[in-house]
């Protein structure tokens, strides 16, 4: 067990939806970041968030926003989803966010798009 | 573009038998560079990281790799697999100024026959 818990597990939706995936870092960690994998595309780096402030941006469509609460769990939120949009949406967690940090990563959301 | 590739999509090793997992990395200047495994419906776990020093570097679960600076490369080994090792294997590489976030390569799936 990592510590990061991630909910849903599961998600099943329409296109044009709009859904939340959140995520719980462990204990202490201070930086959360997000990643889409996909079959075609791999693990592609989302967004980073350190302290409740964004630090990263990566590939992240406009249609997706997400934030860092006070209690530093966050949630990303995805909205007109396409049919594309399915894939496995993980958070990890760092004590830092320093680039030589180890991630620990939540089980993540699998997120259908029908 | 800074980039990691892992040039094998699919391996199937006899337990036992040794293996070889390849990672090559495309930076100006020496990332800090990961191996993560996924097993079957969990998130990432860390195997191992190098930043600098000995090119040959331990991890868990009985796991080395080696940075050979002149291959741009960061190949996974180990000498006996466990059928448990079946999972998929992922290379990351990250700029040691920490400006850029954690790259992934599109992983390597192992399968361990008997």
């Known amino acids: 067990d990592s510590g990061v818990t991630q909910t849903p597990k599961h998600l099943i939706t329409a296109t044009g939806q709009r859904v939340t995936l959140r995520c719980s870092p462990r204990?202490?960690?201070?930086?959360v970041y997000w990643y889409q994998q996909s079959l075609d595309q791999g693990l592609q780096f989302l967004i980073q968030y350190y302290n409740g402030e964004e630090r990263a941006k990566g590939n992240i469509l406009e249609r997706f926003s997400a934030q860092q609460f006070p209690d530093l769990h966050s949630e990303l939120n995805l909205s007109s989803l396409e049919l594309g949009d399915s894939a496995l949406y993980f958070c990890a967690s760092s004590l830092s966010g320093r680039a030589a940090e180890k991630l620990f990563f939540g089980s993540g959301t699998q997120l259908s798009v029908l | 573009a800074q980039s990691v590739t892992q040039p094998d999509i699919h391996i199937t090793v006899s337990e036992g038998a040794s293996l070889e997992l390849r990672c090559n990395y495309s930076?100006?200047?020496?990332?800090?560079l990961f191996w993560y495994v996924q097993s079957p419906g969990q998130g990432l776990q860390l195997l191992l990281k190098?930043?600098?020093?000995?090119?040959l570097v331990q991890g868990i679960k009985g796991f080395e790799a080696e940075f050979k600076r002149s291959q741009s490369s960061f190949n996974l080994r180990k000498p006996s697999v466990h059928w448990s090792d079946a999972a998929e294997y992922f290379c990351?590489?990250?700029?040691?100024?920490?400006?850029?976030?954690?790259?992934f390569g599109k992983g390597t799936r192992l399968s361990v026959i008997a």
């Open positions: 204990s202490g960690d201070l930086s």
């Open positions: 190098y930043f600098s020093g000995d090119t």
């Open positions: 990351a590489a990250v700029g040691a100024s920490g400006n850029t976030p954690l790259v």
């Open positions: 930076y100006g200047a020496t990332p800090y």
